[in-house]
Each structure stands twice: as C-alpha cells, then as structure tokens.
C-alpha cells in the first residue's frame, strides 16, 4: 500500500454557478444527466418551487418528481426518501432547500448511486458543497456525519433567492464562514487530515484549500456589513453576491479542504442543551470560534476585530446572545457536550476543565464587549 503520510487532496463541486433568476435554468442543467428527475424541496418554499418547475417542465410532467421534505436528517429519515426515490428509478436528484434537505438530497443520492445538483434556497451554512451530511436524532442533537466520495454535479445558486429569504439565515451563513479560517489555521497547525476521503483517512491541506480559508475570512470583512443591509432590503448587490460565494463556496470548500476545529466542537455541545433550539447553526459556531481563540491565547487584537464584526453584524458573541443562561451546570454540559467532536484537532490536548475555562473567559470578554459596543454606539 502506498503511503499518504505526504498525500495531499483537494475536493470540490463538479460545477458552481450563482446569479438572479438561475432557478429558471434548471432544466438546461438537469437535461445534462438524463430524463428523469427527482426534486427533494423544503416545506417553507415547496409549493411556490413545485408550481415554478411545473411550469418548466411542463412537457415533460411525467419525467420530473417532487418530494416534500420537513423533518430532521436522520437515518431513518433518508431511508425512507430512499424507498420513495427507488420507485421512480431517476438519473439525477436535486435537492432544494436548507441544509436539513440538502443533506438528506445528498445521503440519498449517495445510497442511491446517483449524481446530485444542490440549489440552496438560503445562505446559513457551507453544506451545499460538501461531500458529507450531518445526521442528529430525532429530538435534534448531533450524532455524527455520513461520508461519501462523491460531491456535487453543480451547485446552482439563485441569487433573487437568497435576496429575498430572511436576513438572519444569511448573517448566520457568515458564522459558519467565520470558522472557517479558524479551524484552518488550527487543522494545519496540529497536521490533521482534511475531510477528502475521509473514510479512507483523509489527505493533507493543498495550497489552495489554506488560501480558500484566508480568503473567506477576508471577503466577509470587506463585504459582510453592506451585504446584510443588501439583504435587509431585499436587492441584490456585488456585496450580497459576494458573500453568498462566501458562506456556500468559499465557507464549503474552505472546510472540507482543511478541517474543522474547537468552534464547530461548541456548536455540537450546546446542541445537547434544550435552549440550543432558538439559534442557527451558523451563530452557535460564531460564539464557537471565540471559545477556540480563547483556547488558543489569540492575541485580544484579534479577537476584539471579530467580536466587532459579530456585533455589527448580529452575530452572537456571549451565552446571553444563545439564550442560554451563563450558569455552571450550562457551561459544564456544552462542555463536555463537545469533547465528541473535534476538538482533537486541535494543535495541543483539551480537557473539560480547560474547554470550561475557555467558555467562561469568551463569554464574560464577549459580553463586556457587547456592553462597550452598545454605549459607543448608545444602543
């Protein structure tokens, strides 16, 4: 066997293609892979996207089918989409919606042997891109994720969309992208595998997954203020555009490239708590990535330039901003809720005690930043 000590790997969408009214090509694209298609759409937009791909399709009915979906990516879930799908035997299945659909369009496509065409309907997370799901229970607490060697076909992103779904998804998409340098940095730092075959063990960073990293940071400082005041108002502008790419593209491949870290460990361990069902995905880990530096005696410097884009953004930046209350049963629970994930990748050894540590320490800065940051601002 060869060794892959030295290997390094890269992993990306076949295709990415993002603009206003893109959805009304998806029949150009699904004409690539075949006749029969299979779409599985999320609850909140499905009746407006099935009458828009009715009228698409509409001389080729019979070869198109969509599916409802409204539930939590579980297995027992995407088992069941799978006995659906089987029955219309498609050549492509395209998932549309947030990330719960996409990763269940996904698994799906991958027990199914099919290739895949994910058309995110919001901005939240850096799923679309990515060759994994991530799978929970039924009462949403994280499990683990399924891996598969194959990532998207195309990636196709309707900018008008995005514009015109609710802000809070995208400044959420934006603690997703947050972490992404974050965990880079630390990945590298400790040699850890990136997530490229990762059943087979994974690869080291290539040159450009690091340069991704930096340059997601990098594009959401410049962009991500005008971006959701874009948004706010629903219009479509350079800086909307740019920082879609950023929480889908650059977010996505930048993660998978490198590696996920302390921050995304927090996430996991405030899902343990009954609060965590009132915050995104993407804001758990923005509160996520000043717990690592902490972990990590970044320099205040650094820390303070985040907690102030967080805060002109909306992002969290304390336990008071999660609804969770600052109390020490809470702050034990998260954790030792995130000692399961991946704090192992991480440059040095964590333990409860110190992963305890540097929650309160994030939290208490986080807050007498947020209380600084309101008086200057008299908010």
Same mark, same amino acid.
Not at 24 to 33: E, G, L
Not at 47 to 55: F, T
Not at 185 to 191: G, I, L, W
Not at 290 to 309: N, T
């Given at each position: 066997?060869?060794?892959?000590?030295?290997?390094?790997?890269?992993?990306?969408?076949?295709?990415?293609?993002?603009?206003?009214?893109?959805?009304?090509?998806?029949?150009?694209?699904?004409?690539?892979?075949?006749?029969?298609?299979?779409?599985?759409?999320?609850?909140?937009?499905?009746?407006?996207?099935?009458?828009?791909?009715?009228?698409?399709?509409?001389?080729?009915?019979?070869?198109?089918?969509?599916?409802?979906?409204?539930?939590? &990516?579980? $297995? @027992?879930?995407?088992? *069941?989409?799978?006995? =659906?799908? !089987?029955?219309?035997?498609?050549?492509? /299945? %395209?998932?549309?919606?947030?990330?719960?659909?996409?990763?269940?369009?996904?698994?799906?496509?991958?027990?199914?042997?099919?290739?895949?065409?994910?058309?995110?309907?919001?901005?939240?997370?850096?799923?679309?891109?990515?060759?994994?799901?991530?799978?929970?229970?039924?009462?949403?607490?994280?499990?683990?994720?399924?891996?598969?060697?194959?990532?998207?076909?195309?990636?196709?992103?309707?900018?008008?969309?995005?514009?015109?779904?609710?802000?809070?998804?995208?400044?959420?998409?934006?603690?997703?992208?947050?972490?992404?340098?974050?965990?880079?940095?630390?990945?590298?730092?400790?040699?850890?595998?990136?997530?490229?075959?990762?059943?087979?063990?994974?690869?080291?960073?290539?040159?450009?997954?690091?340069?991704?990293?930096? &340059?997601? $940071? @990098?594009?959401?400082? *410049?962009?991500?203020? =005008?971006? !959701?005041?874009?948004?706010?108002?629903? /219009? %479509?502008?350079?800086?909307?555009?740019?920082?879609?790419?950023?929480?889908?593209?650059?977010?996505?491949?930048?993660?998978?490239?490198?590696?996920?870290?302390?921050?995304?460990?927090?996430?996991?361990?405030?899902?343990?708590?009954?609060?965590?069902?009132?915050?995104?995905?993407?804001?758990?880990?923005?509160?996520?990535?000043?717990?690592?530096?902490?972990?990590?005696?970044?320099?205040?410097?650094?820390?303070?330039?985040?907690?102030?884009?967080?805060?002109?953004?909306?992002?969290?930046?304390?336990?008071?901003?999660?609804?969770?209350?600052?109390?020490?049963?809470?702050?034990?629970?998260?954790?030792?809720?995130?000692?399961?994930?991946?704090?192992?990748?991480?440059?040095?050894?964590?333990?409860?005690?110190?992963?305890?540590?540097?929650?309160?320490?994030?939290? *208490?800065?986080?807050?007498?930043? !947020?209380?600084?940051?309101?008086?200057?601002?008299?908010?």
């Amino acid at each position: 066997m060869i060794s892959r000590k030295l290997s390094r790997a890269w992993s990306s969408p076949e295709r990415y293609v993002q603009g206003k009214d893109e959805l009304k090509n998806i029949k150009k694209y699904t004409n690539k892979f075949g006749e029969k298609i299979v779409f599985l759409i999320d609850s909140f937009l499905f009746k407006e996207i099935n009458q828009q791909l009715g009228e698409i399709y509409s001389r080729e009915l019979e070869n198109i089918k969509t599916y409802k979906f409204e539930n939590e &990516v579980t $297995e @027992e879930v995407i088992n *069941e989409y799978v006995d =659906l799908m !089987k029955l219309f035997s498609p050549n492509v /299945i %395209v998932g549309i919606g947030g990330g719960k659909t996409i990763d269940v369009a996904k698994a799906a496509s991958a027990l199914l042997g099919l290739r895949f065409i994910i058309i995110p309907t919001i901005a939240s997370t850096d799923a679309p891109t990515s060759s994994l799901s991530v799978l929970y229970d039924k009462n949403g607490n994280h499990l683990g994720e399924f891996f598969y060697d194959h990532s998207p076909s195309l990636v196709l992103v309707d900018s008008r969309i995005i514009a015109n779904a609710p802000t809070r998804f995208l400044v959420s998409g934006m603690g997703d992208s947050l972490a992404t340098l974050i965990e880079a940095e630390a990945a590298y730092k400790s040699n850890t595998r990136n997530l490229v075959y990762y059943k087979d063990g994974g690869f080291l960073q290539t040159v450009a997954g690091k340069n991704i990293a930096k &340059v997601c $940071e @990098e594009t959401l400082f *410049e962009n991500g203020e =005008l971006a !959701k005041i874009s948004c706010d108002k629903n /219009i %479509v502008t350079p800086y909307l555009e740019n920082i879609i790419e950023t929480n889908i593209l650059l977010s996505g491949i930048g993660f998978e490239n490198n590696a996920t870290a302390g921050a995304h460990s927090i996430n996991d361990g405030i899902t343990t708590l009954p609060e965590q069902s009132k915050t995104m995905h993407g804001e758990k880990v923005a509160f996520g990535c000043f717990v690592q530096l902490m972990a990590e005696s970044e320099s205040v410097e650094r820390i303070r330039k985040i907690m102030q884009f967080c805060m002109k953004v909306g992002l969290p930046v304390c336990l008071e901003d999660l609804y969770i209350a600052n109390t020490k049963e809470n702050i034990l629970q998260i954790a030792r809720g995130s000692m399961n994930s991946n704090w192992k990748n991480m440059p040095f050894e964590v333990d409860v005690e110190s992963v305890y540590s540097s929650i309160v320490l994030a939290d *208490e800065f986080g807050r007498q930043e !947020k209380e600084n940051f309101n008086k200057n601002n008299k908010l």
